[in-house]
């Protein structure tokens, strides 16, 4: 059922998805999609969440630069992806307007940031970083020039932009950028 919800959000963005059409899509009875989710946010909400739990494991390399690469990499693979990459703009796009699917979203993106902080907080540890280094400050960091890439000015998004956004986040974390009074 949530492919079927993909597959609609994707073709036909937030608005023209229709419970009863994710229905027939899955070959399920209406019902059963309402009673499970009653409201397409619902039902987008699981979705992000089951995402965020088949998405993969961190990386750990042993080090912060090949640990932030490998991240920026994966991000770069799953933006591009053919389902995952429209996948992603349809939600996105529908948060800017929708309170309960900007929750879903905004979870989706907690339960990674917090899946890839490790690498930072480790890096932390063998010194790599100054102590109080907020690992998901890092993580937004590196993540934001490859989404504005895939949303707002539709530049490439190759490898090379991955790997610069790595290295920029690696050496802003040496240099103390992410140290705040708060950090985990």
């Known amino acids: 059922m949530l492919r079927?919800?993909?597959?609609?959000?994707?073709?036909?963005?937030?608005?023209?998805?229709?419970?009863?059409?994710?229905a027939r899509r899955a070959e399920v009875g209406k019902t059963t999609v309402y009673r499970r989710w009653g409201t397409v946010p619902g039902l987008v909400a699981d979705m992000?969440?089951?995402?965020?739990e088949s998405s993969q494991p961190r990386a750990d390399t042993g080090s912060l630069e090949?640990?932030?690469?490998?991240?920026?990499?994966?991000?770069?693979?799953?933006?591009?992806?053919?389902?995952?990459?429209p996948l992603f703009k349809a939600v996105i796009a529908t948060a800017t307007t929708d309170a309960a699917t900007a929750a879903s979203l905004h979870r989706f993106y907690r339960t990674r940031i917090d899946e890839w902080a490790p690498c930072v907080a480790l890096a932390v540890?063998?010194?790599?970083?100054?102590?109080g280094t907020d690992p998901a400050e890092a993580i937004r960091f590196l993540s934001a020039p490859l989404y504005y890439r895939l949303?707002?000015?539709?530049?490439?998004?190759?490898?090379?932009?991955?790997?610069?956004a790595a290295a920029a986040t690696a050496?802003?974390?040496?240099?103390?950028?992410?140290?705040?009074?708060?950090?985990?």
Do not use: N, W
């Open 151 to 164: 949303l707002v000015s539709g530049d490439p998004l190759d490898e090379a932009a991955a790997k610069r």
């Open 125 to 131: 540890e063998r010194g790599e970083a100054p102590e």
């Open 66 to 85: 090949g640990d932030l690469a490998a991240l920026a990499s994966l991000i770069r693979e799953t933006l591009l992806h053919e389902r995952q990459g």
């Open 48 to 52: 992000l969440a089951e995402m965020a």
């Open 171 to 184: 050496t802003a974390a040496r240099a103390g950028v992410f140290v705040t009074a708060l950090a985990v």
């Open 4 to 22: 079927a919800a993909g597959d609609a959000l994707i073709e036909r963005g937030f608005g023209g998805v229709d419970l009863a059409e994710v």
